[in-house]
């Protein structure tokens, strides 16, 4: 399947370089290497050794709490909700959250680049009947259109050079006014130090929410694990998207 992202403007860290210390601290692998080449170190990254240490360092960095604070009630609730898409699942943290809150009927699509990662998230939901697990790419995704009422993506849209390529694909698997939990790593001093260790990019909050809205995806609202997260701009880029009419 060809992809053609829509037209946007450039972004900060992908055609332009950002000054700063957080610009000094952040991993220059995606701006360097070739994507296919980056593609291919990630998979076996997660594949490896660091696919085994999410698992502690989710609880670590609070990623693990956030994800039960995120996925529930009058929150990112998903209650209604048939189908959904766990895009990127990792080891399973987020499925694990949507198999609790999802309606009891509701089917869970999960996808990752690492089977390792999936085979991961299928020993932590037990093989659950609800959840089916593929392996696959976020920028060529293997569905249908209007595939999915919701999707969480977490973490994941980091290992993207250009977002769009994601992005357009999570649009096009939406249904109209399905919802879109996404995660991102912000271009902030603590952003900048995940990105070390991870090898990934961090994105700026102003031009990640204009790329959104120039694929179809409309920022419904921002989210905050606390008001000190808000003030300081801790915790990343959290928001919920919705897929345009």
Known sequence: MEMHPPESPPL???????????????????????????????????????????????????????????????????????????????????????????????????????????HRAQRRVQHSSRVSFVAADLTRLPYADASFDAAVCGWVLEHLPDPRNGLSELARVLRPEGKLLLMVTEDTFTGAMCSRVWDCRTYNRADLRRVCEACGLRWARPLWLSRIHQIFKLGGILVELRRES
């Open 12 to 118: 900060n860290g992908t055609n332009q370089r950002r000054k700063g210390l957080g610009t000094l601290l952040e991993s220059s692998r995606p701006r360097r290497q070739a994507f296919a080449d980056y593609r291919r170190f990630i998979q076996h990254k997660y594949d490896g050794f660091a696919g085994d240490l999410t698992g502690l360092t989710g609880i670590l960095t609070g990623h693990e709490a956030l994800a039960g604070r995120l996925i529930s009630r009058g929150v990112f609730d998903v209650r209604g909700c048939k189908t959904i898409l766990d895009a990127g699942c990792g080891n399973g943290r987020y499925t694990r959250f949507l198999l609790r809150c999802a309606d009891d009927d509701a089917h869970i699509t999960c996808f990752d680049l690492s089977q390792s990662m999936l």
